[in-house]
DNA sequence: CTGAAAGCGCTAACAT
DNA sequence: ATGTTAGCGCTTTCAG
């Protein structure tokens, strides 16, 4: 038994298998352009297995110049089985092209972000909202070799428009086919979900538009009752039907209605579990996140890969689940 | 300007102070028992900001052979603001000892954590489930300073026995203090939270123990209001109050009984936001998840330190919400 | 108090 | 086809 304090290294490979270190290396890393004898490869690779070797990721980046990390940056608002499924598709995709997606929940404004680049250095940094000027002359300063929203740019989110404001939009066309003439956009007042709110509300707006119908009257509410009364109170008769910046505020909402002793239809979106057991069960805008998961590590290795990253999101990854709030 | 192509190293920075690596490799670390005045000091800082100098943590870390990551594998069960809340608090604490904390959510069951811990090397990995015996086999292998709940006993959990059974120990006295004697446990057939459910299962099995009252009767439902209803008839008239193993759980058996005809008390845990828009609005157990956060990661310095974790958190850590629906 | 120099484990260019 | 070797950027003795 080798000392039991030291990490199994290539040389103690090589001299299990009785080569070379830059033998042990190439067979490893299947380095293309060698030519090795099956049976050497076989020395090697059983020699590595038997030792239980694990190459040393520092060591290796060190020398390579490159980490085969990809950072995915999740947004801290609250993460549902949706995002647990778009990560896991994307770590496969990734994986398949040997990369290790590793996600990281950022809370605070602060510059923690900046630490973490410097702290992985990983092979590409992407998330689901643009990156801030400052964080993005960070990651130039520490040659991050790709970055997915590449711009700060509201329009260059992942998923581009889809994700975003194509969620209002289809919320909204739902209702305008059922006959509404005149909505409401209702976001809530958490101000870390006011761009995403906004972008939503844009898509109802646009929807509208193409309707040749008014913009919805956006209303902010906080996530209570209470608050949720007042705000449908406020529509008065002008509103005949709601669109809810997610599930959570839909509820909100619903409840608000019961409070207010009205009645009005209600679209959410995200789909989370609670929703089919509302009071009316919740009709809302759902999103295959396994799709948008593969979609954007695609978009990434396209990126790493000096090509269009193409952001695009094909509109069938989001569709209306038809229950009975609208 | 310099070289656009190369990364700024300390020898960039020891040049444009007029010093040594050394120097700047002291500075930078403040490293004890070392004596630099305070102008070279400062002029190793300006240096480094002028140049906008980063530290190169593989080469870092292969030098000192420890890293400063701390990865935190996160169960693939659904996410609330819960445990935002949780995993800000914990990098915050592991922050100020220097540590930088990495999320990642791990999914699949496939070995991708292997090749996590290869490509990280970080100086400790925690979760909130005890890991398996053959990944605690993989983090020696790579030798990982800390693992958090260090074995694959289920006792070892995170949090120990108050993040698990505790939930269900004080959803069962709560329902028994309103003078209930014969309780159900409803868990969810999703197999990745089956361990959690039995364990929460448990801690109401021993209130009502304590209580010298029969076990809960568990019941297992798939997440419809159907499967819920069909639940709550098959107790008859031998049940008075249910406690769920989450909210979502709690709002499916609430759903279910309104379709079954039946109203029986229920209590849920999370305190999910569509908890309070439930109706009735859901009485819950709610946990202070930025202390349990902070519990962790003090914890986990611990383990780092070679002392004992002391995973028991303080009873305080959770308590129930009362609402109207027991 | 500061500078020079030896590696950490690995890969890749260069020898053999 | 395999072996040798020069660093990647950093920390850390050891001299001066």
Redo the contacts between chains.
Sequence with gaps: MADKKR??TSVDVAREAGLSRGTVSFVLNNTPGQSIPEATRQRVLQAAARL?Y??????R??RSGR???ALFVLP?W????T??AL??RA?QVL?EAGL??????H??HDD?LM??W????PAAVFGMRPFTGEELEGMR???IPAVLPPSEQPGYDIGGSLWISGVGRLQARYLIGKGHERLAYVVPDDPRLSALGRGRAEGAAQACAEAGLPEPVVSTIA???GSAAEAVVGWEATVTAACAYN??VA??L??GM?AAGSSLPVIGADD???A????PPLTTVAQDSGEIGEHIARALLRVLNDEDPALELPASVIHVVERESA
């Design positions: 990490r199994i239980g694990t190459p040393y990721a520092p060591a980046t060190l980490s085969d990390v801290d609250p993460q549902g089985p995002m647990a990560v896991d770590a994986g290790t997606l590793i996600t990281h929940v809370a605070g923690g630490k973490l410097s702290a992985l250095s300063r520490v040659r996530m209570d009752a599930d959570e509820l909100a619903l409840a019961r989370i579990p609670a089919r057991f509302a009071v």
